[in-house]
């Protein structure tokens, strides 16, 4: 494994005197930014001092910035509320655009997992764990010892079913793909009935005009 961050994660409203957006913000580790290669734009990352202190510092993603800022103002250095929870901006994220599911990646906030667990959500617990391993070539391998070592957390016996979820982006890659695959075939199932309902039509409609017509033909 190289990097490693807890998240946790709320939806509510990002608040800049008199416009507010309704987005999501997500609680990390400094460590998040390396895993999802994610540069900023400008200013800095929050440190490991402010996940322990539980810091309101804040990234904010270009989507946010855009819809509670007026054009040219820069927002490093500004406080925003979310959720009546006032958040000193430190730094602009680098725009990543759509997903591969049409999500936009830049309508989010990022701050201390801690901060928002404490200040957001009111929770003791983290939601979800973010990994990278050292290389494609180990991410098999990182994922058995990923799974060990929570079924080890978790106290469970060598009977008992996993109580959790490990996903990797090749698992991601592979169901999105087989999706589209069926996509492909369902349209071309559809295009293909909706071409032969139109060819038996119009055969019916040429059928009858050559039947009212026979003894002018001949």
């Not at 807890?6 to 390396?34: C, H, K, Y």
């Not at 800022?69 to 490093?76: A, H, K, L, T, Y």
């Not at 060990?148 to 106290?155: E, G, P």
Request: with cysteine; proline share 4%; glycine share 8%.
């Amino acid at each position: 494994i190289n990097a490693v961050s807890p998240a946790v994660q709320g939806r509510g409203q990002a608040i800049n005197g008199a416009l507010n957006w309704a987005t999501t913000m997500q609680g990390v580790s400094p460590d998040f930014l390396e895993i999802r290669n994610w540069p900023l734009k400008e200013g800095v990352s929050f440190s490991n001092e402010d996940v322990n202190g539980a810091a309101k510092v804040c990234l904010i993603g270009q989507t946010v910035v855009d819809n509670i800022f007026d054009p040219g103002d820069d927002p490093v250095g500004k406080t925003i509320r979310f959720n009546k929870i006032p958040f000193k901006i430190i730094g602009v994220l680098g725009e990543k655009g759509e997903n591969a599911f049409g999500q936009d990646q830049d309508d989010i906030l990022l701050a201390p997992y801690t901060t928002v667990q404490k200040r957001i959500l009111a929770i003791p617990y983290i939601q979800t764990i973010y990994a990278s391993s050292t290389s494609s070539e180990t991410s098999e391998p990182a994922t058995q010892e990923l799974s060990q070592i929570l079924r080890n957390s978790h106290r469970l016996t060598n009977t008992e079913q996993d109580d959790f979820t490990v996903r990797t982006q090749a698992e991601l890659i592979n169901t999105f793909s087989s999706t589209s695959e069926l996509l492909t075939v369902l349209l071309a199932a559809i295009a293909g009935i909706s071409l032969l309902v139109g060819g038996i039509g119009i055969m019916n409609i040429m059928y009858v005009s050559v039947t009212e017509r026979t003894k002018e033909i001949g």
